[in-house]
């Protein structure tokens, strides 16, 4: 079973309208959740964590996040097509400073 | 610029040969880490230092070793490069913290290309 799974997609979603990505992991005993964003050819860049039960906005970002289920999502409001990018899922599994990535879900905003 | 970097951004080599990729940070970070991308997309962690100290170590082949002089820089030797190592190799830092709490800011990623 892997750790952390993530639909790899694509996602494709009309620009405008809300995208949403789904992660669930394995280890209950996790602590942080984040989600990168990473555009092909580049590197990975932090665009949310979250720590605890519920949601967490930040712009047109909103984690949420439910411990019970094992479950965490990124909502994207008013989706624009440059945020067509891969999508790359994050838990801290309890291990000291050592987070497992999701395999990633690649969205496509069409314009 | 406060950021991390690696040098060199690609790498082209030959089966057999060793090369090193140098990683620096200025953030102020006392953990780095070395990330493998293979061509699926998929980042898994290879090593990580806290301090100048190693504190993971994942299934790594033994030609890897990876170096930190010091809090600021990670480096990563290769021995006897395969073809499978073909790869981006990504550097990461994250700031000291609670326990679990540990956001990553990545490098540029070096792309290397095994012949």
């Known amino acids: 079973q892997k750790e952390v799974e993530q639909n790899s997609g694509p996602l494709s979603v009309p620009e405008g309208a809300i995208a949403s990505l789904n992660c669930t992991y394995s280890d209950r005993g996790s602590q942080s959740f984040f989600w990168y964003r990473q555009y092909s050819g580049k590197s990975p860049e932090l665009i949310m964590s979250i720590y605890s039960n519920g949601d967490k906005e930040d712009g047109r970002f909103t984690a949420q996040l439910n411990k019970a289920s094992q479950y965490v999502s990124l909502l994207i409001r008013d989706s624009q097509p440059s945020d067509s990018a891969t999508y790359l899922c994050a838990v801290n599994s309890g291990g000291y400073q050592k987070v497992t990535f999701g395999t990633g879900t690649k969205l496509q905003v069409i314009p | 610029d406060t950021a991390v970097s690696q040098t060199p951004k690609y790498l082209v080599t030959q089966m057999g040969n060793d090369k090193s990729i140098k990683c620096e940070q200025n953030?102020?970070?006392?953990?780095m880490y070395w990330y493998k991308q293979d061509s699926k997309k998929f980042l898994k962690i290879m090593f990580s230092?806290?301090?100048?100290?190693?504190?993971i170590n994942e299934t790594v082949p033994n030609r890897f070793s990876p170096k930190s002089p010091d809090k600021a820089h990670l480096n990563l030797h290769i021995n006897s490069l395969e073809l499978g190592d073909s790869a981006v190799y990504f550097c990461?830092?994250?700031?000291?913290?609670?326990?679990?709490?540990?956001?990553?800011?990545f490098g540029p990623g070096t792309r290397l290309t095994v012949l």
């Open positions: 953030l102020g970070h006392d953990t």
């Open positions: 990461a830092s994250s700031p000291p913290g609670l326990a679990g709490i540990n956001e990553q800011f």
């Open positions: 230092y806290n301090n100048k100290e190693l504190i």
